[in-house]
């Protein structure tokens, strides 16, 4: 039974840990362009957001992304939960008397969530020497092991 359970655990896991991206798959990937043709980097990616040609006549093409993204901005309701004690005194049929009594309250409260901005960017430039890729980098918070994104590369 033990072994019936398993297989199809490690299934699940290996399932999920290919959604998860690490940084060093990242650096891979990316590395993997080095030694590739300039074009087989431009028909599979588009044309780059810009080329720089460099003194020594070597190009640097540029892929940049970058998403705004907004959150909050609306309402919800949390239940809450008021408890109150006190120390009543009256006088009664029967004299002077001070009680210890408690109450709760339940209701709600209306929470305001704030409006948040906030850009996802991706910088990847490739350097190309004679119409081969000789180096990589990459920079921005959307483009590892972290991404909010799709992995671009």
């Known amino acids: 039974m033990r072994k019936m359970l398993f297989v199809p655990a490690l299934l699940i896991a290996s399932v999920l840990s290919g959604c ?11 590395y993997a362009w080095v030694g590739v043709a300039e074009q087989k980097l431009i028909s599979q990616k588009g044309p780059p957001s810009s080329v720089y ?17 907004q959150t909050g901005g609306g309402t919800r309701t949390v239940p809450t939960t008021t408890t109150a004690t006190g120390r009543h005194s009256f006088v009664g049929s029967s004299g002077y008397r001070t009680v210890d009594s408690s109450y709760t309250v339940h209701g709600q409260q209306v929470v305001v969530e704030p409006v948040q901005s906030f850009s996802l960017t991706c910088e990847a430039s ?9 180096d990589v980098s990459w920079r921005g918070n959307n483009c590892g092991a972290h991404a909010k994104l799709p992995i671009l590369w």
Request: charged letters at 25%; glycine letters at 6%; hydrophobic letters at 30%.
């Open 20 to 30: 998860i991206v690490t940084a060093e798959q990242v650096r891979e990937r990316m």
């Open 53 to 69: 040609t460099m003194s020594s006549g070597d190009r640097v093409l540029t892929y940049s992304y970058d998403q705004k993204i």
């Open 126 to 134: 490739f350097t190309v020497s004679d119409g081969y890729i000789t």
